[in-house]
């Protein structure tokens, strides 16, 4: 992967003393196989992404304005891996071993504070249209018996029974298993709808914005994708993930850069499928999407029962796992944020970080209370993905105008310091998110 563009020389500043098994983290492989045994945060991270708007906002993007908004699906993807990258190199090969949160602590000390209660913010409500999601597509697998709530509370206990000992393993076996059904169900759902790839190429390259459809805009449309696909505080959940699984040292940058393509890979097929549907389906038929129900009719128009299940399974497999990755990611996320500004209390709690009374109380926050959302007149399943995912790009200056400062100082990157591609790139992306801001708040105080 040579064209990777944040591949980087390891410098001799970050060559870090090897020390016993326990500290050296995972093993390097040395075969394709090997590589492809040793991914998993690549496919935890972008299935806990998917269900984060992804599935939505390309069906409502297929829907409305056929492939004609594909170049925002390709901007989005190019955000998401440029960000992703840069962070998991600073973690990588910064010159003092520490966390990318450690990082932005030598920014400003409570830098990781305002990540970590952002992160506890934005994974309530992450969860709350995932919980009630994963809800109402149990409901109507299970042929509209029981209530949308009941099934709801269902997702939220079998989410604790795998994230609740916070053992990384079982969510990347979980995750893992889920993609083979979510694959199953979401390609051949778009392979029935028999997609014309000549049209998906003009909608890629063509950079067109049509007239309004329906009840969302094209731009708001693509605010969301970029929004709900390259920014927000989730791709800070990699170095988190990276850390468990035992990608810790230079070393790690190659399996590292591996598994987030095959990550990227993963994503890009899946959102491709959805937008298939919505634009083979729905679109020559005139049908917009306003609520939950209309993502069934991508099939159900042309396969009946058996095509609603495709989709309803397709929308379970997605949200359900976002549901367990922020469950997960979150709470954790947050203690390593906490625990750069309160090191005695990290020192305390090294042993079982889990057992820490604050984890407790962002593992509830995250993962129990957004129930919530799925009581009967609360929020509809489609504003609350689109909306909340299209303001989430506020946040994204956060995560980059903080790396632009630690992918330049010399003191934490060494050799690797100020490169132009990286600082380009964070510049950008900042200067996007700001756009995406205005455009976002306009078409709020508009609606």
């Known amino acids: 992967m040579s064209a990777d563009p944040t591949a980087v020389r390891q410098p001799s500043i970050n060559a870090r003393p090897a020390g016993p098994p326990s500290e050296m983290g995972a093993a390097i492989p040395d075969s394709f196989w090997g590589y492809v045994k040793s991914f998993g945060p690549g496919i935890v991270l972008v299935l806990t992404w998917l269900g984060a708007g992804d599935l939505v906002d390309n069906a409502l993007a297929g829907a409305h304005y056929g492939y004609a908004l594909m170049w925002g699906l390709a901007l989005a993807l190019l955000v998401r891996y440029f960000l992703v990258s840069i ?140 929004g709900a696909v390259g920014g927000s505080l989730a791709n800070l959940l990699y170095p988190t993930f990276m850390k468990e699984k035992g990608y810790i040292r230079p070393e790690h940058r190659r399996v590292q850069r591996y598994d987030l393509l095959f990550g990227i890979f993963v994503i890009i097929v899946l959102d491709l499928a959805v937008w298939v549907m919505g634009a083979e389906v729905l679109h020559p038929r005139g049908i917009t999407i306003e609520n939950f129900n209309d993502l069934a009719h991508l099939l159900g128009q042309v396969a009946g029962r058996a095509g609603e299940i495709i989709i309803y399974l397709g929308v379970l497999c997605a949200c359900f796992s976002s549901v367990i990755g922020y469950a997960h990611g979150f709470p954790k996320m947050a203690m390593e944020c906490l625990y750069c500004v309160a090191p005695a209390r990290k020192e305390q709690y090294r042993d079982t970080p889990t057992k820490d009374p604050l984890f407790r109380a962002a593992y509830f926050l995250v993962a129990i209370l957004p129930l919530a959302w799925a009581v009967p007149g609360m929020p509809g399943f489609i504003w609350l993905t689109v909306f909340v995912n299209a303001a989430q790009i506020v946040l994204m200056p956060l995560v980059s105008i903080g790396l632009i400062v630690l992918v330049n100082r010399k003191d934490l990157m060494g050799d690797l310091a100020g490169n132009k591609l990286h600082t380009v790139v964070l510049v950008l992306l900042t200067l996007l998110a700001i756009w995406g801001s205005y455009v976002t708040f306009r078409a709020m105080l508009a609606g």
Do not use: C
Request: charged fraction near 10%; hydrophobic fraction near 50%.
């Open 87 to 226: 962070i998991a190199n600073y973690q990588l090969m910064n010159a003092r071993g520490h966390t990318i949160f450690e990082g932005y602590a030598q920014v400003w000390k409570y830098y990781p504070v305002l990540l970590g209660v952002g992160g506890i913010v934005l994974g309530h409500f992450y969860e709350s249209y995932t919980i009630r999601g994963s809800g109402e597509a149990l409901y109507h697998l299970a042929g509209e018996r029981g209530s949308v709530l009941l099934w709801s509370v269902f997702t939220v206990i079998l989410a604790v029974v795998i994230t609740g000992k916070a053992v990384y393993r079982y969510l990347e076996n979980v995750e893992k298993l889920i993609l083979v059904v979510l694959a199953a169900s979401l390609v051949g759902g778009a392979i029935m709808a028999e997609p014309d790839v000549g049209a998906i190429v003009r909608g890629t390259f063509a950079f067109e914005t049509p007239s309004q459809v329906g009840a969302f805009g094209a731009i708001i449309i693509v605010v969301s994708l970029i």
